[in-house]
């Protein structure tokens, strides 16, 4: 039995030139002969569980799960169906509600923050870099930010709202170089701690709340990496909200992973380790959201960028993990590992996208979008 499940996985690699226990840096060194059962009976998430229990191994993983998506043997390694019904109940119910608001800020972004201020930048980012010119993480996060700003044309006085706002990196640096108010809204606890201590200083207020309780008016609206958690059945409210918030002349900034397909579920290994109930749109599915609220004056896509980030991250996680590990163990190294290099790989093989939109309200003008 072991023997033909072994055959079954080589067989689906042979169409990337993988091979088990080869030579060469992308292919798979197995430790642990349950790994085929577990990888045929699960899919990714059985693959991807192997991998944290060091069932299997691969010196360049990142390179290998890019053959992986390239042949599309994600598709073709499924699981069982008891998976395959779960990410399809996701279509029927909605795993986004208000009441599971806060299980993502929980289970990801509360894991600590000396964990983040370990990978990310010095402003801690956690979303793609802008790499045009940029030679290092700091300088990318930095462009990053100062195109958003200049996409928003801020003017001094303004009053900015940030729809997920991490670390109040963006709220900080608009605040600071442009001269706003700015207001956030975070389902992380820690995220709305950080904030209120680092930055007391400056014109700056953060709610820990879901964003379909936010009110008020504002000059300028921002939601940088927070529309993955929305939801396909929340989108429209999404919008409505945005709708709601932002002053008739007013301009929303929406910065997002995109998918170039609709998809109603994300993947199972994703879902239960790193971004519980999440999902990456696909154009579609956001034009349908914002159609007759806002008139789309900009779309840019600068997705490889997002793959020298992740390198950085990655490589900034394992040079801190001495310091690291007293706090996380083994597993969890891994797990981390193989969430940067397998997302590495998605936007390498141009399966993920990252996207700038820029919406307005009908703007009579003509709006010229800053690179």
């Not at 995220?191 to 201590?197: L, N, R, S, T, V």
């Not at 590990?325 to 993920?352: C, I, P, V």
Request: overall charge positive; hydrophobic content about 40%; charged content about 25%.
């Amino acid at each position: 039995m072991k023997a033909s499940l072994q055959d079954s996985l080589q067989r689906l690699l042979n169409s990337a030139d993988i091979r088990l226990n080869g030579s060469r840096p992308w292919d798979v060194q197995v430790h642990n002969s349950g790994l085929y059962k577990r990888a045929i009976a699960g899919g990714s998430l059985g693959v991807g569980e192997a991998y944290m229990d060091g069932w299997w191994d691969c010196r360049r993983l990142d390179d290998m799960l890019t053959r992986v998506f390239m042949a599309q043997i994600d598709h073709k390694l499924v699981g069982n169906l008891r998976i395959l019904l779960k990410m399809a109940s996701t279509k029927i119910i909605n795993p986004q509600t208000l009441r599971r608001a806060f299980v993502v800020g929980q289970r990801h972004y509360d894991l600590g923050n000396d964990l983040y201020e370990a990978m990310l930048d010095s402003r801690l980012t956690y979303s793609c870099g802008y790499w045009k010119t940029a030679k290092d993480l700091d300088q990318a996060q930095t462009a990053k930010l100062d195109l958003i700003c200049r996409k928003l044309d801020l003017k001094p006085g303004m009053a900015l709202l940030d729809i997920g706002c991490g670390w109040g990196s963006l709220m900080a640096y608009a605040a600071e170089k442009y001269k706003v108010k700015a207001t956030g809204v975070t389902v992380s606890s820690q995220q709305a701690d950080y904030i209120k201590k680092r930055y007391k200083h400056l014109p700056i207020s953060v709610r820990l709340a879901d964003y379909r309780t936010l009110s008020g008016q504002f000059d300028r609206i921002a939601s940088v990496g927070m529309f993955e958690h929305v939801g396909a059945k929340n989108y429209q409210t999404f919008m409505k909200v945005a709708e709601r918030c932002l002053k008739d002349d007013g301009l929303f900034l929406l910065h997002t992973i995109g998918s170039s397909t609709p998809h109603f579920g994300t993947d199972p290994w994703i879902d239960k380790y790193i971004f519980p109930n999440s999902l990456i749109p696909a154009a579609s599915m956001i034009t349908k959201a914002y159609e007759g609220k806002f008139v789309m004056e900009d779309w840019q896509n600068f997705g490889p960028d997002y793959d020298k980030t992740l390198q950085a991250w990655h490589k900034n996680f394992n040079k801190a993990w001495p310091q690291l590990k007293g706090m996380y163990d083994e597993r969890f190294r891994r797990m981390w590992n193989f969430y940067l290099m397998a997302s590495m790989a998605q936007f390498r093989t141009r399966k993920l996208q990252l996207w700038q939109i820029v919406l307005s309200k009908d703007q009579p003008q003509r709006y010229d979008a800053p690179r």
